[in-house]
Nanobody, 124 residues
Framework: VQLQASGGGLVQAGGSLRLSCAAS????????GAWFRQAPGKEREFVAA????????RSSDLVKGRFTISRDNAKNTLYLQMTSLKPEDTAVYYC??????????????????WGKGTLVTVSS
């Protein structure tokens, strides 16, 4: 399984970015997907997740209302649409996948596959 995250970059506060995560070796229509992030000097934290069966989503309170996770089954790609970005959103963003949904979706230890990350920098 390989996950390739892309779409990071430098953006001003208040701006938007869309991250993509292309998968090979699994299909997002039958696998759950998630985004985590890790800011400099901090632990990796949950951002958002999407369930394989019904596409239900969960997101962190820190990004709720600003970030949206989605997937395109035809392209086998996971997305994270980020709006109203803040300097505190600066981090390396990682996509993750697992075969089946877990109630511990917010815990990075429960995700089996990881991409290498893409850097998002939000300037003030």
């Amino acid at each position: 399984v390989q996950l390739q995250a892309s779409g990071g970059g430098l953006v001003q506060a208040g701006g938007s970015l869309r991250l993509s995560c292309a998968a090979s070796g699994l299909t997002f229509s039958s696998s759950s997907g998630a985004w985590f992030r890790q800011a400099p000097g901090k632990e990796r934290e949950f951002v958002a997740a999407i369930r394989e069966s019904n596409g239900a989503t969960r997101s962190s309170d820190l990004v709720k209302g600003r970030f949206t996770i989605s997937r395109d089954n035809a392209k086998n790609t996971l997305y994270l649409q980020m709006t109203s970005l803040k300097p505190e959103d600066t981090a390396v963003y990682y996509c993750a996948a697992r075969n089946h949904w877990s109630v511990r979706y917010y815990d990075m230890e429960y995700w089996n596959y990881w991409g290498k990350g893409t850097l998002v920098t939000v300037s003030s």
